[in-house]
């Protein structure tokens, strides 16, 4: 029987996006990623955090999904099992520390 993905996915989604706004690592991305983006895009300022963020948040979750992938690896999982979402869903708050006591300090 395998395990509800949806609301793993959706509290990964949701820790993921407070890393790619609240990250320390959002400036240097932005610095890194600002070349890469359209001559049109480079002008706005707004539009290069936003592209920085999603490129943070991406991130998180490709990284935060390793452990997870190995443990199915592994264990011999055909399907996606719940601990390996848990797994999943720990690494993607493990990753997110940082970002989530800079969320708490600023705000909502």
Do not use: D, H
Request: cysteine-free; overall charge neutral; charged content about 5%.
């Amino acid at each position: 029987m395998s395990a509800p993905v949806q609301p793993y996915i959706f509290a990964i989604l949701a820790i993921a996006a407070v890393n790619g706004i609240f990250s320390p690592f959002v400036l240097p991305a932005a610095i890194l990623v600002a070349p890469f983006l359209p001559a049109f895009f480079a002008q706005s300022v707004g539009v290069l955090f936003f592209a920085t963020s999603l490129l943070v948040s991406t991130g998180t979750i490709m990284l935060a999904g390793v452990p997870a992938a190995l443990y199915e690896r592994f264990s011999g999982a055909s399907t996606t099992t719940e601990v390996s979402l848990w797994i999943w869903l720990a690494g993607t708050a493990l990753l997110s520390i940082p970002a989530v006591t800079r969320f708490f300090e600023v705000g909502f």
